[in-house]
């Protein structure tokens, strides 16, 4: 096929939208940016993986991502970030209304105890299918694991965003959306994981939540 073509049916497919943060905390590189990175223009199960980075500042990260959602309309939205002392990939399962920075964000804001969204709910559960994705991560032997906070930090400042919006959306299916948290790199210390294997867990949980139905997500109860 001509890569004209190519380029041309690819864009028409429904989008996956991939984030992941840009350094933070006197870090050189932050992972989460260079494994989906690494998936950005791939196709999986029929979709087309768009990856963009968001900055580690509070608001501001919320405000990209709006502006990602307008302009991909995407049917998947996973956000990755990196989490120091994690072993595996961690599918969080909850995210909270609350801020609570240990250190500055890029930005030099530090709120303490605030809420994301005031009046808001106290909690979001993911609506990815995080069982299902944990299976696929351990049956293709990638470290995984559930994790039920994904910190105060912007991490769980943008999963909280991502969520509240995606609550609002009225396209029918809703679109899906939830927050992974990957290890350091093995030059940033332990517990890491090897960028190839992120990447390779990160394609397979986009394809394990795009081949999920709905009605098997149980991590929710209702
Ligand atoms: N990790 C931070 C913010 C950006 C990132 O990659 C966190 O866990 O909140």
């Known amino acids: 096929m001509p890569r004209g073509q190519r380029m041309h049916t690819s864009l028409t497919l429904p989008c996956v939208l991939l984030t992941g943060f840009d350094a933070f905390g006197g870090a050189l590189v932050n992972a989460?940016?260079?494994a989906v990175e690494q998936l950005d223009g791939q196709c999986v199960?029929?979709?087309r993986i768009v990856a963009a980075q968001l900055p580690t500042v509070f608001n501001e990260s919320q405000k990209v991502m709006a502006d990602l959602?307008?302009?991909?309309?995407?049917?998947?939205v996973i956000a990755v970030g990196q989490a120091a002392g994690r072993h595996a990939l961690s599918l969080e399962r909850l995210a909270i209304n609350i801020?609570?920075?240990?250190?500055?964000?890029?930005?030099g804001q530090q709120p303490v105890d605030t809420p994301i969204v005031p009046n808001g709910p106290a909690a979001y559960f993911s609506s990815l299918p995080v069982k299902a994705m944990l299976q696929a991560l351990q049956r293709a032997s990638v470290a995984a694991k559930l994790s039920d906070t994904a910190g105060t930090f912007v991490c769980n400042h943008v999963f909280y965003?991502?969520?509240?919006?995606?609550?609002?959306?009225?396209?029918?299916?809703?679109?899906?959306?939830?927050?992974?948290?990957?290890?350091?790199?093995?030059?940033?210390?332990?517990?890491?994981?090897?960028?190839?294997?992120?990447?390779?867990?990160?394609r397979l949980a986009v394809e394990s939540a795009l081949t999920t139905p709905y009605a098997e997500t149980a991590n929710s109860p209702q």
């Open 161 to 202: 965003g991502l969520m509240h919006a995606l609550a609002k959306q009225r396209r029918v299916p809703r679109p899906r959306g939830g927050f992974i948290h990957l290890p350091c790199l093995p030059d940033q210390g332990a517990p890491c994981m090897p960028l190839d294997e992120m990447v390779r867990g990160l």
């Open 69 to 76: 959602m307008r302009r991909h309309l995407p049917t998947l």
């Open 99 to 107: 801020n609570d920075a240990s250190l500055p964000d890029n930005a």
């Open 45 to 47: 199960t029929g979709h």
């Open 32 to 34: 989460s940016w260079l």
